[in-house]
Structures are given as structure tokens and as C-alpha cells.
């Protein structure tokens, strides 16, 4: 009779019929070794997949086609541009209607840097205290510096009340005839020595108030 020997097993071979806690256990030391370790995405990995399957599902129902991972960027950075141009027109206006420019240097003659509000507010207070013929010099060129600022109508050191009323008249068709009666009134007080009267003034303070509230015609004035 042939005679078997069973020899016994290395210690560190797992058993055939192995318990579920050393299972676990024998699970856990695989698992660690470096070549899964390697193999395991990282925390970065896992946060741009998450934020790609977030856009993915936002995005599934209005992109159709684009619901892949590029062409969810192409959409995300499509809204960001739209986004950063509506921003931009709500906090700098439209170009040229709503844009306002420093303008200063001479008026008419004299060497001026009031803004068109500074001028406004000097024409108010001289008009208060009786003096009109002061009224109606700085009225009328807060009307030039206001339309200057709005690039409505370019002053330069030679420029004249009448030769501004005909430009302004341009892209102010319909105050053509305050315009030249406003510099006919600068003109007499400011060469002729005229004293100036209130009906002159309050003509003056109601056509500066009309243009600061009206858009000019600007196509019209580039022709």
C-alpha cells in the first residue's frame, strides 16, 4: 500500500475556504500594494469629473448636441463672454451716446477748465443775485462745454457763439433759432457791453436744460 503524506501549507498562503474577516483582510493588503495605488485617481481627477458630469447634466436638456464634456466648455465660456459683455455695457453705458470726456482749455476767448455743471451752477447763482448779462456768458458756455463732453460738438480756442450754434443747430435741428438768439445774447454782452436781460437769461437756461435732456441727431450731424 502506497502510503500519502499530507504535508502542511506555507503560513502565508491563504486558506481555501477562507472566513469572510480574513477575506477583508487579504482584500485590504492587495488593494494597498503600489501598483493599484498608482492606478488610483487623484482628489483633483475626481473634482474635475464631478464638475464635468455637473455641467454634462445642466446642460443636457438645452445643449442637445453639446452635451459633451468639450462642448460644455465651449458653451461655458461662450456664457462668460456674453455675461462679461452685458456687464460691460451696464457699467460703461453705450459707446459715444452715454460717454463723457474731460474737455477743458478755452471758451470762447477765455481759458476756461469748468465742467459743464460748474459753468451751470455759476450761471444759476449770477442769475439769483440780478446779475443777467454774467448769467447769460457762463449759460451759454455751459451749453458749448456740455456738448463738448458728449462729443456732440468739438470747441476749439478759435471757436465762435455763432459758429458753435451752427454746428450744435446740426445736430439740433430743432432748437436752431434758441441757438442763434443764445449767441446773438453772449455776443452783445460779452463784445458790446450789453447789460443782458432776464427774458435773454431764462431763453439762455431753458435751451441748455432742453440739450442736456435731448439725443442729438448724430447721424444727421455726420453728414
Not at 131 to 147: K, N, P, S, Y
Not at 158 to 187: M, N
Amino acid at each position: 500500500m502506497t502510503r500519502f503524506h499530507l504535508e502542511s501549507a506555507p503560513p502565508d498562503t491563504p486558506p481555501l475556504d477562507p472566513s469572510a474577516a480574513h477575506a477583508r483582510e487579504q482584500l485590504a493588503q492587495e488593494l494597498a500594494k503600489v501598483q493599484y495605488a498608482a492606478a488610483r485617481p487623484s482628489g483633483l481627477s475626481l473634482l474635475i469629473q464631478q464638475l464635468e458630469d455637473w455641467f454634462n447634466s445642466l446642460f443636457d436638456h438645452a445643449c442637445g448636441s453639446f452635451a459633451g464634456g468639450s462642448g460644455i466648455i465651449l458653451v461655458v465660456v461662450g456664457a462668460v463672454v456674453v455675461a462679461a459683455i452685458v456687464v460691460g455695457f451696464l457699467v460703461f453705458g453705450l459707446p459715444r451716446i452715454n460717454r463723457r470726456s474731460a474737455v477743458t482749455g478755452a471758451l470762447f476767448g477765455d481759458e476756461d477748465d469748468r465742467d459743464s455743471r460748474a459753468l451751470r451752477v455759476a450761471a444759476e447763482r449770477a442769475a439769483a443775485a440780478g446779475d443777467f448779462g454774467t448769467a447769460i456768458l457762463e449759460g451759454f458756455r455751459a451749453i458749448a462745454r456740455g456738448l463738448a463732453e458728449r462729443l456732440v460738438v468739438v470747441t476749439f480756442p478759435g471757436t465762435t457763439a455763432h459758429s458753435f450754434a451752427i454746428q450744435a443747430s446740426v445736430a439740433f435741428p430743432g432748437f436752431r433759432r434758441e441757438l442763434s438768439r443764445s449767441a446773438d445774447s453772449f455776443d452783445a454782452v460779452r463784445y458790446l457791453g450789453a447789460t443782458g436781460t432776464e427774458d435773454d437769461w431764462r431763453v439762455v437756461a431753458a435751451l441748455e436744460a432742453a440739450l442736456r435732456a435731448t439725443r442729438p441727431e448724430l447721424e444727421e450731424a455726420a453728414l
